[in-house]
């Protein structure tokens, strides 16, 4: 099996001893077990603490795009608009899965290198569409660029828009989240990004007026989060839980609030400033447009004149570095290096730097 000394993918990323360790101990039945369901509310405490909420959280065995496609199936039906602020591959990806399932949306568009601004275009779509639900994405990961979504979430709640959807997989624990505060609805987290653990859980926070929209809209399916709404006190989960993926979001968790959420958002945005500069001082083009704010847990960059992605890739993998490309409009043009989670640390971005600048 090819394995990579240094990994430096944006998710999966490199999962600690300590959270690895997790998967290999004996669980009982999470089915059974008043054990597990006390492991799980543990962890939605640990998680609405990332999260800046005191709504409740909904873990699902998945990867993140679970967590994209239950709340949508789970909160919209047929015609209900949705207005999408779109800056990457997943903003405008989450108003075509909308689409997909009959709503009717409307996208506001920022080109790729681009995060939020123009409030006044987004406030005139609002005032204008009357939307049921707002969707954007904290950190766009194909682009290396983050959201600001506080003025957003103070356009939701002045324009009383029922639901305001984010998509933070690949902020939350690396950049504050502030989900009360911004009047977020539906926080949408993973397990593979910032928390450092396997890609198989997906997590979301459900306000009690998405919980109300679930209900009268009861969405059916493997999917839905409907039968979550009293899993704890009726002890019934819609499926055997996954005890193992549960302990390790606790694990992680744990170990983010142990360090302090403060100081891993110094550590990440440590690391990404240090992988900035290095790149500009190597004559390498940053992606994100300079009016654009980068995100402190992955760094998108172009790929150097002379290379293709492949040959790139290939140079790069020679010298045990392994990096990302990038999706649709931005795949090979830009190469990325994910420094979220367990590695935002600053000996692996060093020596990451290193082999681009012995590469190039
Ligand atoms: C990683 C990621 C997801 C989820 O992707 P999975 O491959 O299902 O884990 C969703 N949104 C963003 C912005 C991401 O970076």
Known sequence: MQTYPIAMVPGPVVVPDAIRNVYLEPYGSGDLEIEFVELYTRTQRRLKAI?????????????????????????????????AVATGVF???????????????????????????????????????????????????????????????????AYRVPLFYVDTVAGAGGVPVLADDWHIDLCLGGSQKCLS?????????????????????????YDALKPFQHAVENRLFPYTPSWQGVAALFTAAGLLLDEGLANSFNRHDAVARLCRQR?????????????????????????????TWDT??????????????????????IFRLGHMGAQADRALVEQALEVIAGAL
Request: with cysteine; proline share 7%.
């Open 51 to 83: 999260f800046g909420t005191r709504d409740d959280i909904v873990i699902q065995s998945g990867e993140g795009m679970l967590a994209l496609w239950s709340a949508l199936k789970s909160c919209l039906v047929p015609g209900d608009r949705v207005l």
């Open 312 to 333: 790139w890739d290939r140079r790069l993998r020679d010298h045990g570095l392994v990096v990302s490309g990038s999706y649709g409009p931005l795949a090979e043009k």
């Open 91 to 157: 903003g405008y990806g989450i108003g075509e899965m909308a689409q997909s399932i009959g709503a009717d949306v409307k996208i506001v568009g920022f080109s790729y290198d681009e995060t939020i601004n123009d409030m006044a275009r987004i406030e005139a779509a609002i005032a204008e569409f009357k939307p049921r639900m707002i969707t954007a994405v904290h950190c766009e990961t194909p682009s290396g660029t983050l959201n600001p979504l506080e003025e957003l979430g103070r356009l939701k709640h």
């Open 197 to 221: 653990a396997p890609p198989d859980m997906s997590f979301l926070s459900v306000s009690p007026r998405a919980w109300e929209i679930i209900d009268a809209v009861g969405y059916v399916g």
């Open 279 to 307: 790149l500009v001082e190597m004559g390498i083009d940053l992606f994100p447009a300079p009016k654009a704010i980068p995100s402190p847990t992955v760094t998108a960059a172009v790929i150097p004149e002379g290379f």
